[in-house]
């Protein structure tokens, strides 16, 4: 997925990077669930559950900063642009002359 210089990103590599950030968040939503689930059962006060609790804050923390941060930057919105600029190019523009055709 490496880009040359003045050579534009490939729709599969836009899905790509959009996919990656959301399986990001699908990570960092699961650990925050796995948080919630210790404090729920009671298990916080427990050396298991604190160190269950501070891995997953970890993992949490790691992934969704990674989607925060491209969404702060912008890179998650420009994403999304090119790959919708991608796939109107892609369709076929209708000849507003032409009468819609009768089936």
């Known amino acids: 997925m490496q880009l040359i210089m ?3 990103p490939q729709k599969s590599d836009l899905l790509l990077s959009i996919l990656i950030h ?3 968040l ?3 939503l699961v650990a ?3 948080c919630a689930w210790v404090v729920a059962t ?3 006060f427990t050396l298991d559950g604190l160190d269950l609790i501070a891995i997953s804050l ?3 923390i790691f992934f969704v900063a990674q989607t925060a941060w491209a969404v702060y930057t912008g890179e ?3 994403l999304l642009e090119k790959l919708r600029s991608k796939s109107e190019a892609s369709a076929p523009i209708a000849n507003p002359a032409d009468p819609p055709e009768k089936k």
């Open 6 to 8: 003045g050579e534009a």
């Open 42 to 44: 009671g298990q916080l």
């Open 76 to 78: 998650f919105r420009e």
């Open 32 to 34: 925050l669930g796995v």
């Open 22 to 24: 959301l399986f990001s």
């Open 58 to 60: 970890g993992v949490a």
């Open 26 to 28: 699908l990570i960092g």
